[in-house]
Structures are given as structure tokens and as C-alpha cells.
């Protein structure tokens, strides 16, 4: 196996062009060493820890931007992050153990694909952004182009993702991200539900609401039927219970060792029911009735 540590995004976005295929990246290591270990050594290892300034949470231009080195512990013990994205703060508590939190990191989440990923739903449903490096330039895409399939995205074999940009949402809004796991947190999601709403100013209606499903489907998802069930309209019992199973209609589970499609479609409902609730109640002190 080849072994590199370029410098620079430039040197490893040549590296990715010329090895294709053949090469894998490294960042926090916690998926791509288990695979060498357990799977096939690749022919090409190209650790991207050395490149300076990829570790970073800053608040720039309206938006919070994230480099793809910086750990999900960072960003769950990230202050501004708690405060104003907790659905993406929800998801980084969440993810496996604290040893993992501390070397996993948010790229390397990202570009791993895994349908079940944790921070994947929750960055959908904040319309954020991948700033990607590519041998021919950048370029920004939306987190609902990214993925392609399990385990790939649009960067191919020879892009690098150099950033993440995530818009503030507004003060009223509210989110949260929920899981279903055999062992919690320990264990990946079997279903992951992640909610963004915002009531309008008299907070009597939902302007606007996103959902996002993880594991249920080849690639994150959102439940855009039952988002559009919600919009503009206010909130009961009835219309959350309506929301829940159109989210469970659209996702598109299947059936594995860890539990049937039917099961997941069962749980999207209530995850979905319960995270409108939860994120109606935080943004204007009401319960849904």
C-alpha cells in the first residue's frame, strides 16, 4: 500500500485525480481502519490530517462554516452550535461513544454515505452546503445532491469536500434530531428522524417545516409530502398523526439484520409524530393538542 500525507488540499485533490479508484482518504480513521482491518488494505492511503486549517468552527457571512477535520466532539461541545442548530448538535451527542466523538470527524461522516449517518438527515434539513475541491476547481452543492447511492457522492474518486456551510436559521425556528438504535447511542441508527420548524409570528401556524430521514432509505431523505402536509397550517393531534405516516409512505427502508422494513416504516411514523411535537413545543411553549 501507498502511503501519503499531503499538505495541502491542492496536493491531495492531485493525488485523488491521479490514484482514482485505487486511493481512500483518511481523516479521524474510524470507519476507513476498521475496513483495513477487517475488509481489504487499499492500494492508496491518502491521510488528510496533516493540511492545516480544515479544523475549524467560525461564523462568517450568516452562515456557520465547518472544515472537515473538526470532530464531532467539537462540534457537540461547540457552544454556538447547541444554541443555534440543535438539530445538529442532537445528532453529534448521539453519535457512538465519547471515544469515537473525539477522533470521528464531521467530513469524514459526511463523505462515508452510510444511509444511516448520523449528522446526514440533520444537514438536509439545514440546507447546507458542501464546499467541494475537484482537479478542475470549487464547487458549492446542496447536501440534497451529495449523496448518490450508499458509500457514494458526488465527489467521485477525485474530490475533496473542503467545507461546510451551514445558513442561520431563524430565532424562532427550532429542531432536533431523534434516534431509534438497539443499544442508543453505542449502536447506529435503525431509524433517525431529524425536524426543523418555524411558526409564524403570532405562533399560531407553521411557516415552514423540513424533515429528514436516515436509514431508511439508499441516501438521506426528505419527507417533503409530509412537510407540505404541515406547512401553513396549525398544528393538532390530527395533522401530526397525518405528518407521521406520510413520512413513513415516503421513506424507503429495507429489511436487514437489525430490523424489517415494516418495523422502520413504523418508526419513522412515530419518530416523525414525535419530533413535530417536541420542536412545536420548543418554539412557542405550547403543547399540540
Known sequence: ME????????EAVSLLAKYGESAKVVAGGTDVIVDIKFKEEPPCLVNIKRIPALNYIQQNNGSLRIGPLTTIREIEMNRLVREKFPVLWGASHQFASLQIRNTATIGGNICRAS??????????????????????????????????????????????LKEIEIPFPPEESRGLY????????????????AVHLVPDSARKLIKD????????????IRAKKAEAALRGKPLDQGLVEAAGREAAAESKPITDQRASAEYRRWIVEALTRRGVSEAWKAATGREVK
Do not use: C, N, Q, W
Open 115 to 160: 444511509p444511516s449517518g448520523e449528522l446526514l438527515a440533520p444537514l438536509l434539513v439545514l440546507e447546507a452546503k458542501a464546499i467541494i475541491s475537484l482537479p478542475e476547481g470549487e464547487k458549492k452543492v446542496g447536501f440534497d445532491e451529495f449523496f448518490l447511492a450508499p458509500g457514494k457522492t458526488i465527489l467521485g474518486f477525485k474530490g475533496l
Open 3 to 10: 502511503y501519503f500525507e499531503p499538505k495541502t488540499i491542492s
Open 178 to 193: 431523534l434516534k431509534h438504535a438497539v443499544r442508543g447511542a453505542m449502536d447506529i441508527a435503525i431509524v433517525g428522524v
Open 209 to 220: 417545516v423540513r424533515i429528514g430521514l436516515g436509514a431508511v432509505a439508499p441516501t438521506p
